[in-house]
């Protein structure tokens, strides 16, 4: 018995990453790929390396009214925050599909941090304290009974997984944190603006949203308190790299007074112990080592003679970061083998 | 005494381009710079890769009806064509200013191959015997004595100044030439679109406009008939690399009876003796080799055993294929020094 | 019961190919890697993408010497030419192991052109009879019984694919065939050399080995000869385009007398019917159409008023042009279903 | 009356961005270029980008023992380190030559951290005392009248420009100083590496001598204890960008208690007033806004209710990180118009 899916809003980035995705998935029978631009569409006229690789029957996008008239067993949102949120309502409320949000309308749960991020009124305040927020290795336990998962954001996973560990163990201080990240374009989405233009970015190196402007901070402040148990308000600086995908974080922070990098990494072992997807490694991660795959993977050095340790962390902010978390949670809320599809 | 000059829609690539070889040509003054999007944008916020460059007097954008109150003594056009036709009408009718027209408007001698091509009636049909395609080193009498010159597109330069040569020496035949052409993104123009996306460009290549759709195709065909003294219809393939700029053609030809590839080299060494801009090479070059540069290089090579050669041509589209060979028509149109603002 | 596969050479750029595919195989065993310059080294060390995902008996690599102590079901060998012949010679003599070479030894039929276009003795000549030039569509029936497969170059196979059902037909004439090829960097292969270091190939674009230099034309000309029934001398010209992988191939031919691009589509279809790696497709085909995927993919254009046509063909060279096509072979010859770990 | 000079290692790629300016550089005949591994070769076989543009005279790479024969102005060192302190050393004695050595042998004033640095013994060290730290808008004084200027190193040019003005006037605090650097490839010189291979560097992004290792470290540290009257040990961690020029400088510092964002304004403002190659600016600048252009552009961000700052510093790490800065120190010494062939 395969679980049947839809997804809404199928013809972004994070849309056709998860459809790559969901095409080799042994447990999923596709019931429908929507999107309000191009109904009517066929898929494969917008991405042409999927031809041939839907089933015939589901092949054509369909409307967003369309799509809602359906429950799947579970539905996938890649639709815009704001949008988002009421656009998943009517499967959230049929009584069986269960909900991977892919925008930022459930990460937070602070109502009020959200709509000061997002500068609108939540659509829907009242489901967030139901939404479980989906970092699958911190948060598998709340993720496995959700009805409502809310996706991470690329960069917060990156800077999330190899953090979390170390503030739940007093490894690090939660004082002076600062997330250097640097993103290929794919970030960015697929509406063509001048910051996507391949005239501009190629060649080109540039930081944006400096000092506490970019909308994931919210998010990865209010994990890092939750982990702390205590407010943490770290840096946090976005950088976008000549390339398609790919996220690497530098991390600054502390060690906690009578620890070394071993702890760290020990820190890790303990937490990761048999996780796939949250790989401390030893040699300093690269990008290109995790392009397509479903890793987050991250190192430590200690700056000699200090107390001083910088994290490198790497992920595809395609996958890790956006659709093959999604897929990572949607395994684990029907309680399939986590890494069903994503090898 | 430096020459005034107005450049009109100066914030397009073409004309980002202009402007970074004229501020550094010693026998210019900048009048004004125009923009009908973006009129009273300081040009720095548009390009901050100029900033401090341009004299603050003329450092903001002005509108294209200001400009046309004004007589300079030449004006470049890097308007799309159409638009560019009647904007540049007020400058032919004032008694002074010559203009260098970037754009399509003028260069096909035959008003209905214009108006089948570009689909709507010539805006100034009247014109259209007067202009000189600005093909420098094949041009170079008519452009001195012109008030109207029009730039030849991108890809035709760097077909037509190895070809020319060649046709009217008779050295290759007229029948059977191909030009399978590779350029940059750059030659797609400022406007964001799926087709300049980096997601869709990067690690991408593709053809486009094959068998005959180009719009170049025309230009190309009628400069090549009149070298050759009747009609030439040669097969032209566009192509999009992922790179910034640059232009490479291979060109295939056959030889006429009796010819070598010795005799293509000596009819290169003729007809541009002393033209800097023009540089027939022995190793095959590459567009990286002319990169920022006005020249067009070309080498040819002959098929063992056969009357086929295969002739190698690159250019940079921004610069030999555009706002350069722009400058250098205006050196000869003003008797300048043809290398002036150009090495 | 798993097939056992040895893999010679397994850390150039066709090894690491091979082994991201065969570690999805459901019905391959890896029994080793080897590699004479980092025997011993961890694979992970050279490829980190690759950590954890191979068993961990066979993770570090062996000498040519320990892999040709076994014998296992297939061997795969991506060592360079003149290497390769000798380094399977003990498999193929064991009566046991079948072998597909992605080197060139084995894919001329005709030793003195091998001699002539690899300026060296052919290592063991009693064996090209016996080898079979592995065009899995084309000759599918002959790899079924094979004990030695030579895999095709990356180019050829986007040339051959689309022209040899043509030339079977009689849809295209034999004459005035032009193969323009665009090739992504990865097929210069894993060395790091002048012409693989990013500053001197990123934003450039160029041509090489013109006029029939290249060392895969032989094998083109010699398989169109074959489809022909006589000989076929086509022009060959490569390219190197700034981007990993990928290859386009611009093909230009004369329709025979009373042809059309539909007899083209016809001939297309006929012949690649139900084979879901070489598809005729209706919109131009771009290379990340295909990128890390098995297919081929090839449009037709016929130039208006004209009997001549331009065939766009797309690839992955390191998938259908190297060891996903190797890995085809290996499903053929083994009576496995032919898309097995390949979508 | 033209400055004679002459560039040893003239076929790295510091050597030819020094010749790219300086053939356009109006004060300046250049004696000779040479190479050991390439004398007697044309330049322009090597690069031709300068084809035609060297004078015949000095067109062919001449041996370095040649070139100690003659006595020029102005000798540029493009050598490694080790190798160059011995070659300049005739030149030095010559009693007439002044060098620029764009090495790294005469960078730090301290020789047993140069000697632990770089793992040798100082070629030298009688001449560390008389050489000159070549920034040029901190120690233009005494640049004017040296002999030997050691020309800085690329990174450590984009962190000092902005920091130094702000320790020497206490705006911000020595303590937690963080320079998290990013480079683009053409920093790893010209030698084809797996780090400088187009498959390795494309689509990739990488930390690499995280916490300490990298050795432009000790020349920052050295230059910012001078400034600050005090030792300073910033953390330094580079970053390699899939990208052939550029370096951007992501830099947080704590502010001294009582200042501003508008006091580091203030003190830039100060120390850089007609100074056309450091600029702050207010927007952030990006790298592209400086390649090809020798200026180091910076801004600040203030994080909201904080005393830390985020500077953001670009440079062409070609240019203003090496050739360009070259040129304008040979310009200081001699007396030239700071920019004369730099803009």
Known sequence: MKLSVGILGATGLTGVELLRLLVRHPGVEIAWVSSESQTGVPYAKVYPSLANRLPEAVSTLISMQAAQQTAPDAVFSCLPHAASAGAIEPFLKNGKTRVIDLSADYRLADRAVYEKTYAHAHPHPERLAGA??????????????????????????????????????????????????????????????????????????????????????????????????????????????????????????????????????????????NMPFARPVKDLPQTADVTR???????????????????????????????????????????LEETLGLL
């Open 293 to 335: 795959s479903n890793e987050c993977r991250f190192a430590v050095r200690q700056v000699p003679g200090s107390s001083k340790v910088i994290l490198v962390s790497v992920l595809d902010n395609m996958v890790k970061g956006a659709s093959g978390q999604a897929l990572q949670n949607f395994n684990i809320m029907f309680g």
């Open 132 to 273: 479980v927020y989906g970092l699958s290795e911190i948060h598998r336990q709340r993720i496995t009974g959700a009805t409502l998962v809310a996706n991470p954001g690329c960069y917060p996973t990156s800077i999330l997984l190899p953090l979390i560990p170390l503030l739940r163990e007093g490894i690090v201080l939660p004082q002076n944190l600062i997330a250097d990240s640097k993103s290929g374009v794919s970030g960015a989405g697929r509406k063509a603006t001048d910051g996507t233009h391949f005239v501009f970015v190629n060649e080109n190196f540039s930081a944006y949203k400096v000092a506490g402007e970019h909308r994931h901070l919210p998010e990865i402040a209010e994990q890092l308190s939750g982990a702390n148990g205590g407010a943490v308000a770290p840096l946090f600086t976005p950088h976008l790299v000549p390339m398609e995908r790919g996220i690497l974080s530098t991390i600054y922070a502390d060690l906690a007074p009578g620890k070394t990098a071993a702890d760290v990494e020990a820190a890790w072992n303990k937490a990761y112990a």
